[in-house]
């Protein structure tokens, strides 16, 4: 009868690195939706696709791009443009390039919500996170979420 190896657990120094990243991952996306919900009526996730949209070339991107750009799935981004679609902020075309693709376009309505919601969002996170650090903190903050964001190789 074989026995599983004994886990690698967390010394303390770990487990409190780890509580405070755990934290911050369940506390920013409250803070961060609460904000834009009470002051335009969109969700975080929601203004991180137009923000998206918002940089691209033309505020153009193919829908595959865009999923990846915002973290989501195919299937979720599609509801979500769908609701920007209903709200005239977002539309939807075949891709020029190739038909099988589509492409999501903000609209010149969808740039101006996303010009009047930044300066609260901004300010959100101002208080949230960056005015709150150093920027010897911030330097060290950038380098961590570099290094935990960087895939591993192999990974899909």
């Not at 930044?118 to 010897?136: C, M, S």
Request: glycine letters at 6%; a negative charge; one cysteine or more.
């Amino acid at each position: 009868m074989s026995t599983a190896p004994e886990p690698n657990w967390l010394d303390d120094e770990e487990m409190d690195a780890w509580i405070q990243v755990a934290t911050a991952l369940a506390h920013l996306p409250h803070a961060l939706d609460a904000q834009l919900l009470r002051d335009a009526q969109i969700t975080h996730f929601e203004y991180e696709v137009m923000a998206a949209l918002s940089e691209a070339p033309d505020h153009t991107l193919r829908m595959s791009q865009l999923a990846e750009l915002s973290y989501g799935s195919l299937s979720r981004l599609s509801h979500v443009v769908g609701r920007l679609e209903k709200r005239g902020w977002v539309g939807r075309h075949p891709c020029p390039e190739n038909g099988r693709f589509t492409n999501a376009v903000l609209t010149e309505s969808g740039w101006e919500k996303v010009v009047a919601t930044a300066p609260g969002y901004v300010a959100n996170v101002r208080e949230l996170v960056i005015d709150r650090l150093t920027r010897a903190q911030l330097r060290q903050v950038s380098a961590i979420g570099r290094r935990i964001n960087t895939r591993p190789t192999g990974s899909p």
